[in-house]
């Protein structure tokens, strides 16, 4: 039996990562496609009349098997890939894509959704079903389903090519940060703490080298960047960061993008739209273009302006040192660290042995229990690799999901941090639990050495925790609303807010425990770091700002035939600082062109940042940051919503009222 098409007799039903091998995900696709279509034909071709409970809910029903096998499968495709699996991507990614638009534009199926969204209000259904009603209606017509002739041919078309060139994206990508690695002898090591020597040791290591690596993995090329003293070092290791993509030859995602763009205009013109922003935007809660500009460039000046003071600072530091010239990328975070040593007393090498892994974990599960009452015991079950591990969560004694930690970088594992799951969770056919995965890139510590994070590393197990915490604490019916199925530019709001508590004093005094004394931060290097919180927001604002114009500009406008050059006049036409590079250029901006997520969209993190300033503010206006009626309101009208309502309403359900930008402003010191 293949044990993917199996019951899962595990505990909580976990997927059986030890029966399951790459030659089980074929013929399981090629069941579950099938299992769909038949699903579709039987919903589409029903004589009966069409009710919420044989159209509505048995689209619910219809890929369930897709839904086991695929969470199996994207997962490991992400986390845990091999050429097997990549392979099997690849061809996949177009039959996948094929089927939605065969399912979105079969007239019979929208028929019946069409003729239940025209009578919802004489139906009985509740508000839940209301609103599953109206986004299934909203999804057919997005997907096509009100065109007719080549129009809906056309559209077909476009949207399998558009999946197969984002999966090739991602795994150009995926090659580039694999493939690459700059090997350091002793005599290169200036400037370099002892954690990163260490970490690079292990990187060499697992690369089958002598000596020390640093790899294209942000918790190694960052600190690399920081402290290296090695300017030429700093600049080869820079270029080949931001080269990735771009290096030429088959892993070259330039003409992908270009392309990419092309059809997302024709995409978003098929449909009626004028852009692929408009298209893109219209059900998020920015709505347009135009707001979505005005809430960037709002951030933009103070951000570029505070920049620029700070450049003419780290300048004259760099004059000082003997070096001449201007100030360049591969400079500006290693006088930045220098900076923060002289005005704030504050070096990274003394702070991270007060970041261990496992205590900043433990941190994040206590504040979820004295916000919600979760609480986490330990999993032994065996998962899809040795780095991963598993938790219980309960609620009041009860199951609520699985929670997995998969925390450090690896060659088979795609850059950057995110949350996925292996289940969602829904109520249609009994109360079914989440299985939900945190992934990061930590650096990995050497053996019999506890694996230690940077404060910036700490605030990303934290935000992705946050997203762990809005998919566990679902409690809806169905799962078309649950968990994150929410408006892009709310999803990250849960996240987002939960980093705040990081930074709560009894927080760090808690869990920021030095490795090797065992004693708590002290309180005056507690009052520094919190004290340099806003440090260098200049730069982090700009870089993030102008990766979510350049994405804004490239979907506002018609599709430019060489986007490099796009790219460039667009920052040209910001006064984009020299010193300062895109957070995510446009060749290894997985966000926008690895599927269409965050295209249009990169921006929602600056929006929901707007709310989560102003949500904690609501915490510390009561003097109590575990405010427990607070936390009660969070619970039920953010974490634990989903997208049962629109996200405007979610948030006035527990703020009151919506915030603007001056929350955002004020928490990032540029006001």
């Known amino acids: 039996m293949?044990?993917?098409?199996?019951?899962?007799?595990?505990?909580?039903?976990?997927?059986?990562?030890?029966?399951?091998?790459?030659?089980?995900?074929?013929?399981?696709f090629d069941l579950a496609i099938a299992?769909?279509?038949?699903?579709?034909?039987?919903?589409?071709?029903?004589?009966?009349?069409?009710?919420?409970?044989?159209?509505?809910?048995?689209?619910?029903?219809?890929?369930?098997?897709?839904?086991?096998?695929?969470?199996?499968?994207?997962?490991?495709?992400?986390?845990?890939?091999?050429?097997?699996?990549?392979?099997?991507?690849?061809?996949?990614?177009?039959?996948?894509?094929?089927?939605?638009?065969?399912?979105?534009?079969?007239?019979?199926?929208?028929?019946?959704?069409?003729?239940?969204?025209?009578?919802?209000?004489?139906?009985?259904?509740?508000?839940?079903?209301?609103?599953?009603?109206?986004?299934?209606?909203?999804?057919?017509?997005?997907?096509?389903?009100?065109?007719?002739?080549?129009?809906?041919?056309?559209?077909?078309?476009?949207?399998?090519?558009?999946?197969?060139?984002?999966?090739?994206?991602?795994?150009?990508?995926?090659?580039?940060?694999?493939?690459?690695?700059?090997?350091?002898?002793?005599?290169?090591?200036?400037?370099?703490?002892?954690?990163?020597?260490?970490?690079?040791?292990?990187?060499?290591?697992?690369?089958?080298?002598?000596?020390?690596?640093?790899?294209?993995?942000?918790?190694?090329?960052?600190?690399?960047?920081q402290f290296s003293t090695r300017r030429d070092l700093r600049e080869k290791a820079y270029a080949a960061w931001v080269g990735r993509g771009q290096g030429g030859g088959a892993t070259d995602n330039r003409k992908i993008v270009a392309e990419t763009l092309a059809l997302r205009q024709e995409r978003a013109q098929l449909l009626g739209y004028a852009s692929f922003a408009d298209f893109k935007l219209e059900p998020e809660m920015a709505k347009t273009p135009e707001a979505v500009r005005d809430l960037l460039m709002a951030v933009w000046q103070p951000a570029r302006k505070q920049a620029e003071r700070d450049a003419e600072v780290l300048t004259e530091m760099m004059h000082k040192d003997g070096v001449n010239g201007d100030l360049e990328p591969w400079d500006w975070r290693h006088y930045a660290e220098r900076r923060r040593l002289a005005e704030h007393d504050l070096d990274e090498a003394e702070l991270k042995p007060y970041f261990q892994l496992d205590r900043m974990i433990e941190a994040a599960f206590h504040t979820a229990n004295r916000l919600f009452g979760l609480t986490f015991h330990a999993i032994s079950e065996p998962l899809y690799h040795p780095d991963a591990r598993a938790w219980e969560v309960r609620k009041d004694g009860r199951h609520l999901a699985v929670f997995i930690g998969d925390y450090f970088a690896r060659p088979t594992k795609r850059s950057g941090a995110w949350c996925s799951g292996f289940r969602a969770q829904s109520r249609l056919d009994g109360d079914v639990r989440p299985i939900t995965v945190n992934i990061c890139n930590f650096a990995k510590a050497p053996k019999g050495q506890p694996s230690l994070l940077t404060f910036d590393d700490a605030h990303t197990l934290f935000h992705e925790f946050g997203h762990a915490l809005h998919a566990m604490m679902?409690?809806?019916?169905?799962?078309?609303?649950?968990?994150?199925?929410?408006?892009?530019?709310?999803?990250?709001?849960?996240?987002?807010?939960?980093?705040?508590?990081?930074?709560?004093?009894?927080?760090?005094?808690?869990?920021?425990?030095?490795?090797?004394?065992?004693?708590?931060?002290?309180?005056?290097?507690?009052?520094?770091?919190?004290?340099?919180?806003?440090?260098?927001?200049g730069f982090a604002t700009v870089e993030f700002t102008a990766s979510a114009l350049v994405d804004l500009g490239f979907h506002a406008n018609p599709a430019p035939a060489d986007p490099m050059a796009e790219q460039a006049r667009i920052l040209a036409d910001l006064g984009m600082p020299k010193a300062i590079g895109m957070r995510h250029a446009t060749p290894h901006f997985a966000h926008v062109f690895s599927g269409d997520g965050y295209s249009s969209g990169y921006y929602s993190y600056m929006w929901s940042e707007v709310m989560d300033a102003d949500a904690f503010a609501a915490f510390e206006e009561t003097g109590d940051a575990f405010n427990p009626e607070l936390a009660t309101r969070l619970a039920r009208h953010v974490y634990s919503a989903g997208g049962s309502r629109e996200a405007d309403q979610l948030y006035l359900a527990f703020r009151g009222r919506l915030p603007g930008v001056k929350a955002l402003l004020q928490g990032r010191g540029l006001a």
């Open 35 to 225: 299992q769909s279509r038949a699903a579709i034909a039987s919903i589409a071709d029903n004589p009966d009349d069409a009710d919420f409970a044989n159209t509505i809910e048995a689209l619910e029903r219809a890929d369930s098997l897709m839904d086991k096998v695929g969470g199996v499968f994207f997962n490991l495709a992400s986390a845990n890939a091999n050429p097997v699996l990549e392979r099997l991507q690849r061809e996949l990614s177009p039959r996948l894509a094929a089927l939605h638009s065969e399912i979105m534009l079969n007239p019979r199926l929208f028929q019946r959704v069409k003729t239940l969204f025209d009578r919802q209000n004489s139906l009985g259904l509740n508000d839940e079903q209301m609103r599953v009603l109206e986004l299934y209606h909203r999804m057919f017509i997005r997907s096509g389903a009100a065109l007719k002739g080549t129009s809906r041919n056309r559209l077909a078309e476009v949207m399998k090519r558009l999946a197969t060139l984002g999966t090739t994206f991602s795994q150009n990508l995926l090659a580039d940060e694999r493939d690459w690695f700059m090997l350091l002898k002793d005599d290169q090591l200036d400037g370099l703490p002892a954690f990163l020597i260490d970490a690079a040791r292990a990187a060499a290591a697992e690369r089958h080298q002598q000596g020390y690596a640093i790899t294209l993995s942000r918790s190694l090329i960052v600190p690399f960047l």
């Open 474 to 537: 679902s409690d809806v019916t169905y799962q078309m609303i649950s968990g994150t199925s929410v408006a892009r530019d709310f999803v990250e709001l849960p996240s987002q807010l939960f980093e705040h508590w990081l930074t709560v004093p009894e927080t760090l005094r808690q869990f920021a425990i030095h490795a090797e004394t065992g004693k708590p931060i002290p309180e005056e290097l507690l009052t520094r770091l919190l004290a340099a919180r806003n440090f260098d927001q």
């Open 2 to 28: 293949n044990p993917l098409l199996e019951p899962w007799a595990t505990p909580f039903g976990l997927p059986p990562f030890g029966r399951i091998t790459d030659q089980d995900f074929a013929p399981a």
